[in-house]
């Protein structure tokens, strides 16, 4: 056996301590690298576990928020519909409350309209010997055929008068009230003197009670123009004022009550009533004389008269 010198037992000492040394580290690093590799297996498979968890969670908070938004979403649209429907009633209230105060304001003006103004007069029904219309105002004396004469007519008559005889005059016609109102007192003198004058067959033909129940209503004049010599004659009806009207009396609300072969009284081509101008214009529309229509007919202009 061969023997090591003394430097030669230090030598191999020396590198079996080296490799000792090596083989422990490298051990120790082995078991280390180890117990590393488990923590990192365990922390990747927490990650999973928290990946998973995450998207879990986000998954099902989406779909309760889905969920709280179309609870939402329906509970709005329902009380969109509530409100609508609400909307609807009050709609249908407003409707009731807008035609409950239209029917009010008709009433209103039906109960300070005279029924009289559009009433039919004959030989069996005329007006009171009492009546009397609401209001009367005087006729311009520029107007009035006589000067001497004071003419009253209704109140809210007189401002059409006023813009039909001052239209025609735009149109070169002249026009000039020559009656207007008339008492039963006035109107039974004045037949009186026909009668002393005239006897009582013609007073009847060319005064008599459907007639005067007309200016007694405050509503009727007679018209004249210049040239007819201040008589109210059958002529009127061959001046260019007479044109004038029947063409154009409608527009401000007058008639003719009497045209020619009515069946109700004599032909007075210068007698008008004022009716309303919407009575009127159905009137001159349909070619229709006011004494022809059915008195129902006409009463439903009663609240239209003065508009
Ligand atoms: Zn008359």
């Excluded at 090596?22 to 999973?48: D, F, P, Q």
């Excluded at 009380?79 to 409950?100: A, D, K, M």
């Excluded at 239209?167 to 003197?193: C, H, I, N, P």
């Excluded at 010599?229 to 154009?248: P, S």
């Amino acid at each position: 056996m061969k023997s090591f010198t003394h430097e030669q037992k230090h030598l191999i000492i020396g590198f079996g301590i080296v490799g000792a040394v090596i083989v422990a580290v490298a051990v120790y690093s082995l078991i280390r690298m180890n117990i590393l590799s488990t923590r990192i297996n365990g922390l990747s498979s927490e990650i999973t576990t928290l990946n998973s968890d995450l998207a879990s969670t986000t998954a099902s908070l989406k779909a309760t928020i889905e969920q709280s938004h179309i609870t939402l979403s329906s509970a709005l649209s329902a009380e969109q519909q509530h409100v609508g429907t609400i909307q609807q009633q009050l709609g249908g209230f407003q409707n009731q409350v807008g035609t409950l105060s239209g029917t009010l304001t008709t009433l209103q003006k039906l109960s300070k309209t005279d029924p009289e103004l559009l009433k039919k007069y004959s030989k069996v029904f005329f007006l009171s010997d009492n009546y009397v219309p609401a209001r009367l105002s005087e006729i311009p004396k520029a107007n009035e055929y006589n000067e001497n004469k004071q003419l009253l007519i209704h109140t809210d008559v007189l401002p059409h008068v006023l813009s039909m005889i001052n239209d025609a005059a735009s149109s070169g016609v002249t026009l000039y009230a020559f009656s207007a109102y008339r008492s039963f007192a006035e109107q039974r003198a004045l037949k009186g003197e026909y009668t002393v004058v005239y006897g009582a067959g013609t007073a009847n033909s060319f005064s008599a009670d459907q007639g005067y129940s007309e200016h007694q209503l405050g509503t009727a004049l007679d018209f004249i123009t210049p040239g007819l010599g201040g008589v109210l004659e059958d002529t009127f009806d061959g001046t260019k004022a007479y044109q004038w009207m029947t063409q154009n009396a409608y527009k401000y609300g007058f008639i003719l009550s009497y045209p020619k072969n009515n069946g109700y009284f004599v032909y007075e081509p210068w007698h008008w009533r004022f009716v309303g101008i919407k009575l009127a214009t159905f009137l001159h529309t349909q070619n229709k004389n006011f004494y022809d229509v059915d008195q129902r007919t006409i009463d439903t202009y009663l609240v239209d008269i003065f508009d």
